[in-house]
């Protein structure tokens, strides 16, 4: 279970509007219309997106800084912002929805091979596409977004991804035209997978405080995880780790939760490199969630590096 929360600082609060852009509204199915920021510039396109809650506009003050050498646009993420926010329901919230949304902005701008950039929770998005559709990409670049929602852990298996995967099994068993037999045995293991999954997902819970509850496109946003295990496509994937804990006093609490942190980060970074082995990993250490506004000038510096060697 990843939660964001604790690492929320203030570069999560306010979102600006402070540079020049134009916007407009792309149709990406009939009655879903995502926000795009184009804030010009000529070269390789590179696409923003945000994390959770987040909208096109957060990178308002960082995206801009890429225009010399690149077209560059940002898009808000169906649910929020201006963009529409179709009911929470039949998948319209799942990673691979979400991969399409990106995909059919791009088809609709000819925005051709763009490189992607993510925060937080568009890793996902990125590993949709990498994963399903790498030759509509040239590059995928994840801000503190290449966790265990972005690329399966066989060590670690996220609780919604196993469940979304026997859902897969069970939808593809019912449409027919599969060997039921073999089908059925993958369905058994993939069950058993899910409960012991469900089990230790459950007791790591018990004994947290109550979460507060979702909002119905959090929710489905949340349960929308899917499950990548190949992805090969060019990778950067900048981690903040340990991320900035500094606003907490010093103590035994204060370095558990830093240990903790370290160790899950690190997991991260090192399930991603045996996963994506042509992949670039960064370590920051002491950076905020938000690394590319905490830690900006190291972020461009690793950014354009990773540019600058695509073909």
Same mark, same amino acid.
């Given at each position: ?7 929320i ?39 923003? @997106? ?17 225009k010399?050498?690149? !077209? ?15 009911? #929470? ?7 691979d929805?979400?991969?399409d949304?990106v ?5 609709a701008l ?15 998005e ?19 977004a ?7 852990? #066989?060590?670690h ?12 099994r ?10 039921? $037999? $073999? ?15 469900? !089990? !230790? ?6 004994n ?33 780790c340990? !991320? ?17 942190? $370290? ?16 992949a670039?990993?960064v ?26 060697? @695509?073909?």
């Amino acid at each position: 279970m990843l939660i964001i929360s604790p690492w929320i600082t203030a570069y999560s609060m306010a979102q600006t509007d402070s540079s020049p852009h134009s916007v407009q509204m792309v149709v990406v199915e009939p009655g879903v219309q995502l926000e795009v920021l184009d804030w010009g510039g000529s070269g390789r396109p590179l696409i923003f @997106l945000a994390g959770n809650g987040d909208t096109a506009h957060r990178f308002d003050g960082f995206a801009p800084q890429f225009k010399k050498r690149h !077209h560059v646009f940002a898009v808000t993420r169906r649910g929020f912002g201006a963009s529409s926010s179709p009911a #929470p329901a039949n998948g319209n919230y799942s990673a691979d929805r979400l991969g399409d949304d990106v995909l059919a902005v791009g088809k609709a701008l000819r925005i051709d091979r763009p490189v992607l950039v993510g925060h937080s929770m568009a890793g996902e998005e990125l590993s949709s596409i990498g994963s399903r559709f790498p030759n509509k990409v040239s590059g995928l670049i994840y801000l503190d977004a290449a966790t265990d929602f972005a690329l399966d852990d #066989p060590e670690h298996p996220l609780l919604t991804n196993e469940m979304n995967d026997m859902k897969k099994r069970i939808d593809k068993i019912e449409a027919g035209g599969v060997d039921e $037999k $073999k089908e059925l045995l993958k369905l058994e293991i993939a069950a058993a997978r899910f409960e012991t999954v469900l !089990h !230790h997902d459950n007791a790591e819970i018990a004994n947290m405080p109550p979460l507060p509850p979702r909002s119905p496109i959090g929710a489905a946003l949340n349960f929308g995880t899917q499950k990548y295990t190949s992805i090969s496509v060019p990778a950067l994937a900048i981690y903040a780790c340990p !991320h900035n804990w500094d606003r907490l006093p010093d103590g035994d609490r204060k370095a558990a939760l830093i240990k903790d942190d $370290k160790a899950r980060c690190t997991r991260w970074a090192d399930n991603f490199r045996r996963g994506v082995p042509n992949a670039h990993i960064v370590m920051i250490p002491n950076a905020d969630h938000y690394v590319y506004l905490s830690n900006e000038a190291q972020v461009v510096a690793e950014m354009n590096a990773f540019l600058d060697n @695509l073909h």
